[in-house]
């Protein structure tokens, strides 16, 4: 089992910029891809960003390619997300995910709230 402590959320304006952290503990970190998603109040949970376990794979939803950057730190346990040119409709509770061995995204962080004003 893997436990998940997402940080970095808050408040800004529309256009400025927040970095998200998750810090992972539990079985070998390396081994296993992590995500982001997010969830605006009432509305499903959706697809952010991915990662691989080594870092070489990375996937983005189209709604924030060239804005937000995953990265990792495997090292550190960690993965990060930055989030720049911020819109107020990236307002959500924003969760850090690991993939499974089965590769479904089974262990979830409590998330963290990120609010863009406009």
């Known amino acids: 089992q893997v436990q998940l402590v997402e940080s970095g959320g808050g408040s800004v304006q529309a256009g400025g910029s927040l970095k998200l952290s998750c810090v992972a503990s539990?079985?070998?970190?390396?081994?296993?891809?992590m995500g982001w998603f997010r969830q605006v109040s009432g509305e499903g949970r959706e697809f952010v960003a991915s990662?691989?376990?080594?870092?070489?794979?990375?996937r983005y939803a189209d709604f924030v390619k060239g804005r937000f950057t995953i990265s990792r730190d495997n090292g550190k346990n960690s993965i990060y997300l930055q989030m720049n040119s911020l819109k107020p409709e990236d307002t959500a509770v924003y969760y850090c995910?690991?993939?499974?061995?089965?590769?479904?995204?089974?262990?979830w962080g409590q998330g963290t709230q990120v609010t863009v004003s406009s």
């Open positions: 995910a690991a993939q499974t061995l089965g590769g479904a995204f089974g262990s």
């Open positions: 539990g079985r070998s970190f390396r081994s296993y891809g």
């Open positions: 990662i691989s376990g080594d870092g070489v794979f990375l």
